[in-house]
């Protein structure tokens, strides 16, 4: 790895840190507590997958959004490949196309 690329990571990684460490701070308006950053989420009848996603929202925020990230791309990637192979079944090229000029 370059130099360039080693000065890169670690700023980023700064600035994420900060970001995280920031999420969890309490912030007051006008003399006034903020309340739709600090709105929780019911979990009265969730189980499995739900209450944790839910109990994931109301205490880490930056671990939900990076996690809805991450299952976003994961989905979007496999739709991408899904429509290609039935694309691909009725024999349609859905492969780069070539510019000449």
């Known amino acids: 790895m ?3 690329k080693i000065i ?3 700023l ?3 600035v994420l840190s ?3 460490n920031n999420s969890f701070a309490s912030s007051e308006v006008g003399g006034k507590q903020e309340t739709s950053l ?3 989420v019911g979990t009265k009848n969730l ?3 739900n209450l944790w996603i839910v109990e994931l929202y109301n205490n880490d925020r930056f671990m939900y959004a990076v996690v809805v990230v991450l299952v976003m791309a994961a989905l979007g990637s496999i739709m991408a490949f899904g429509t290609d192979l039935v694309l691909k079944h009725f024999g349609i090229n859905v492969s780069r196309i070539s510019h000449s000029e």
């Open 47 to 49: 189980s499995g997958v």
């Open 12 to 14: 980023l990684f700064f």
């Open 38 to 40: 600090n709105e929780k």
């Open 18 to 20: 900060i970001a995280y």
């Open 2 to 4: 370059s130099m360039k």
């Open 8 to 10: 890169t990571l670690c």
